[in-house]
Nanobody, 123 residues
Framework: QVQLVESGGGLVQAGGSLRLSCAAS????????MGWFRQAPGKEREFVAA????????MYADSVKGRFTISRDNAKNTVYLQMNSLAAEDTAVYYC????????????????WGQGTQVTVSS
């Protein structure tokens, strides 16, 4: 079992940047592919980005390509989401999660969800 804790959210103006972190407990972090999802009020939780166990292959939602970058440091048991050129539509609670499968956007393939961190972008 892995426990995940997100941090780094906050209030930022449109066009600004934030870096989210997701710290994992346990010694099995490197066994998992990692994903970031987000959920805006009244909307379904949606895929944002994922990174493979090795930190090599990555995947992004079309809405964030070119603006967000996912990375991981297996020595620190942490995955990051660098968010640039933020817009009001990026406002949401951001969650990280684990997956033993690679290449899936559906949240049904992810587990061990963290509690989330709020990102609010003011226009």
């Amino acid at each position: 079992q892995v426990q995940l804790v997100e941090s780094g959210g906050g209030l930022v103006q449109a066009g600004g940047s934030l870096r989210l972190s997701c710290a994992a407990s346990g010694r099995t972090f490197s066994y998992y592919n990692m994903g970031w999802f987000r959920q805006a009020p009244g909307k379904e939780r949606e895929f944002v980005a994922a990174i493979s166990r090795s930190g090599g292959p990555t995947m992004y939602a079309d809405s964030v390509k070119g603006r967000f970058t996912i990375s991981r440091d297996n020595a620190k048991n942490t995955v990051y989401l660098q968010m640039n050129s933020l817009a009001a539509e990026d406002t949401a609670v951001y969650y990280c999660a684990t997956s033993r499968m690679w290449g899936y956007y559906s949240r049904s393939y992810y587990g061990n969800w963290g509690q989330g961190t709020q990102v609010t972008v003011s226009s």
